[in-house]
Each structure stands twice: as structure tokens, then as C-alpha cells.
């Protein structure tokens, strides 16, 4: 047990975490290029 909680509640926890944070990072990424096709200007790369 750690911090009182068992293994699989701990697993749970990490695995739903991760879940959200890839959908917000999959969510961002979307509507970047959503307001960049708005925009009309051409996706820049980094180093220009």
C-alpha cells in the first residue's frame, strides 16, 4: 500500500491521468491548427 491507497487504485489514477492530459494535449494541437487555417497564414516552422 502507499499512502493508504492499493496498487491497482494508484494505477487507476496515473492511467486516467494521462488519459486526460493526452486528450487536452490532442485538443490543443487541433485547435491551434484550427485557428491557424483561419488565420490564412501558412504554419511556420520553428527556426523561421
Do not use: C, H, T
Not at 494508484?10 to 494541437?29: D, E, P, R
Request: aromatic residues 14%; hydrophobic residues 50%; glycine residues 10%.
Amino acid at each position: 500500500m502507499v499512502f493508504g491507497m492499493d496498487q491497482n487504485s494508484l494505477m487507476i489514477i496515473a492511467l486516467m491521468f494521462l488519459v486526460i492530459s493526452g486528450l487536452y494535449y490532442v485538443w490543443l494541437w487541433i485547435d491551434g491548427s484550427i485557428k491557424d487555417g483561419r488565420s490564412g497564414e501558412k504554419a511556420k516552422q520553428p527556426w523561421e
